[in-house]
Antibody, heavy 121, light 109 residues
Framework: QVQLVQSGAEVKKPGASVKVSCKAS????????INWVRQATGQGLEWMGW????????GYAQKFQGRVTMTRNTSISTAYMELSSLRSEDTAVYYC??????????????WGQGTMVTVSS | SYELTQPPSVSVSPGQTARITCSGD??????AYWYQQKSGQAPVLVIY???KRPSGIPERFSGSSSGTMATLTISGAQVEDEADYYC????????????FGGGTKLTVL
């Protein structure tokens, strides 16, 4: 079946970086953009950016520009999100999501299970 | 930066109609999408492109958009519809820059 499976929970110290993976299966990985969304405990959803797995093109929310990098490895149908210079406010569940729409619409029809990232000294 | 505004909470009795609004300056030009999120779970797409319903989503969920406001309507809300609902859209910059509304807690009791 169509699914996105993310890597496991991470604990990082302030100032470090984290790289979360998102493995796609059940569909052609390069056919749909992957978006990343995060959610701090008890808070709302926050959009971080998108990546086109075919071209590698990316677009990031202004808030994360300079700190986030989204990449992919098409040979293993896996997308990655790396966030650097971590601070306590980055503690959240990070989700990847497939965008079914063209041209960056926002129809996120398949979501990963989420990856908890904890930033603590 | 672009913002989408939702009411923090909406409350209805079972069988009543729940309406959740989402306002944003770019909505006349950009589609709205709606997500349902139950506690401890990943979000689920319930409406896309203002008013389309994905397969598997009950018919009681519908969407509309007029001017700067999009609306999610749940006709005959059921107890299992109690969840957080988020609208999503993109700004008008052409850079596919997305944003979620702050979310609305729907209580059905």
């Amino acid at each position: 079946q169509v699914q996105l499976v993310q890597s496991g929970a991470e604990v990082k110290k302030p100032g470090a970086s984290v790289k979360v993976s998102c493995k796609a299966s059940g569909y052609t990985f390069t056919s749909y953009d992957i978006n990343w969304v995060r959610q701090a405990t008890g808070q709302g959803l926050e959009w971080m950016g998108w990546m086109n797995p075919n071209s590698g093109n990316t677009g990031y929310a202004q808030k994360f520009q300079g700190r986030v990098t989204m990449t992919r490895n098409t040979s293993i149908s896996t997308a990655y999100m790396e966030l650097s210079s971590l601070r306590s406010e980055d503690t959240a569940v990070y989700y990847c999501a497939r965008d079914l729409s063209s041209s960056g619409g926002g129809a996120f029809d398949i979501w990963g299970q989420g990856t908890m990232v904890t930033v603590s000294s | 930066s672009y913002e989408l505004t939702q009411p923090p909470s909406v409350s209805v009795s079972p069988g009543q109609t729940a309406r959740i609004t989402c306002s944003g300056d770019a909505l006349p030009k950009k589609y709205a999408y709606w997500y349902q999120q139950k506690s401890g779970q990943a979000p689920v797409l319930v409406i896309y492109e203002d008013s389309k319903r994905p397969s598997g989503i009950p018919e009681r969920f519908s969407g509309s958009s007029s001017g700067t406001m999009a609306t999610l309507t749940i006709s005959g809300a059921q107890v299992e519809d109690e969840a957080d609902y988020y609208c999503y859209s993109t700004d008008s910059s052409g850079n596919h820059s997305g944003v979620f509304g702050g979310g609305t807690k729907l209580t059905v009791l």
